[in-house]
């Protein structure tokens, strides 16, 4: 059923196990979760393994509280012929609160490569093509956010080459 699920939802309760010394969700743990739904949500659109391969332009609003419901969106914004990226959406509310007091807390895109087995080769991914303007421009930022993670890679290896020269 590969190539069906576009988008999906991980919900989660924050635990007093999560929160750092200032009594909110460590940034961390918000990675965490993203790791996780952008695998459900990889491996739902490929219908294969997939491994995580870039994190970009990670955004961290508002604070998440001990308690708060926690919902993590995932959503494909593009495929390449191995890859797949999703702009996750981390909101937060009071579970005693209406839906309508969700807010954002974080925001990213993540990409996945699908492999062939655990420890196998890329494998191609169904094609996604958008169909509608928001679609469009979220495939324009995601690749948008990645190019500009290369462009930060590049810095750091001329940065380390000048270090050890």
């Known amino acids: 059923m590969s190539g069906k699920q576009r988008e999906l ?16 969700v460590h940034g961390g743990m918000v990675m965490k979760w993203i790791d996780q739904a952008g695998y459900a949500a990889a491996v739902g659109w490929s219908g294969t393994y997939a491994v995580t391969v870039a994190v970009g332009g990670i955004r961290f609003v508002s604070p998440i509280r001990i308690s708060d419901l926690v919902t993590v969106h995932t959503k494909l914004v593009h495929t390449g012929t191995t890859s797949m990226h ?80």
């Not at 807010?103 to 169909?131: M, N, Q, Y």
Request: proline content about 6%; overall charge negative; charged content about 30%.
């Open 9 to 24: 939802n991980l919900r989660f309760l924050a635990e007093p196990t999560d929160v750092n010394y200032g009594g909110k």
């Open 86 to 165: 999703f702009a996750v959406d981390v909101k937060a509310r009071d579970p005693m609160e209406g839906v309508e007091h969700d807010r954002l807390c974080t925001h990213c895109i993540i990409v996945f490569v699908a492999l062939d087995s655990v420890e196998g080769k890329p494998t191609p991914v169904p094609a996604w093509t958008p169909v509608n303007d928001d679609d469009k421009r979220l495939a324009e930022y995601a690749l948008k956010v990645m190019e500009l993670s290369k462009g930060i890679e590049e810095t750091v290896e001329r940065l380390a080459a000048i270090n050890e020269g």
